[in-house]
């Protein structure tokens, strides 16, 4: 069964069932301009745990390893305007979407 927990300004996880054996969270970003369209650029959470990032490629990017906890998620787009950053929350384990509005 799958949860969506929106948070602002278009960031969203979905929460798929985790293991039973304890494991960092697989952060899976996807980034959609307002018409639809992929938009490439970096990604970063920064957290207690440190700063985790990748870098779209056709709007999309994964991040393994991440640690659960509260992060600050920020956008850098290759060109235009970043959103404001937000705050998200990534589970202990599992795999996470993070869908990405750009402007």
């Given at each position: 069964m799958q949860k969506l927990l929106p948070a602002a300004l278009a960031f969203a996880f979905v929460l798929a069932p985790a293991g039973l054996v304890h494991a960092d969270a697989l952060v899976v970003v996807q980034v959609r301009a307002p018409d639809g369209r992929p938009?490439?650029?970096?990604?970063?959470?920064?957290?207690?745990?440190?700063?985790?990032?990748?870098?779209?490629?056709?709007?999309?990017?994964?991040?393994e390893g991440v640690p659960g906890g509260r992060y600050t998620?920020?956008?850098?787009?290759?060109?235009?305007?970043?959103?404001?950053?937000?705050?998200?929350?990534?589970?202990?384990?599992?795999?996470?979407?993070?869908?990405?509005?750009a402007r």
């Open positions: 938009v490439d650029g970096r990604v970063v959470l920064q957290g207690p745990a440190g700063e985790h990032a990748c870098t779209t490629r056709q709007g999309e990017c994964r991040i998620a920020r956008f850098e787009p290759r060109e235009g305007e970043a959103p404001a950053p937000t705050r998200v929350v990534v589970p202990p384990e599992g795999r996470v979407v993070l869908n990405v509005a």
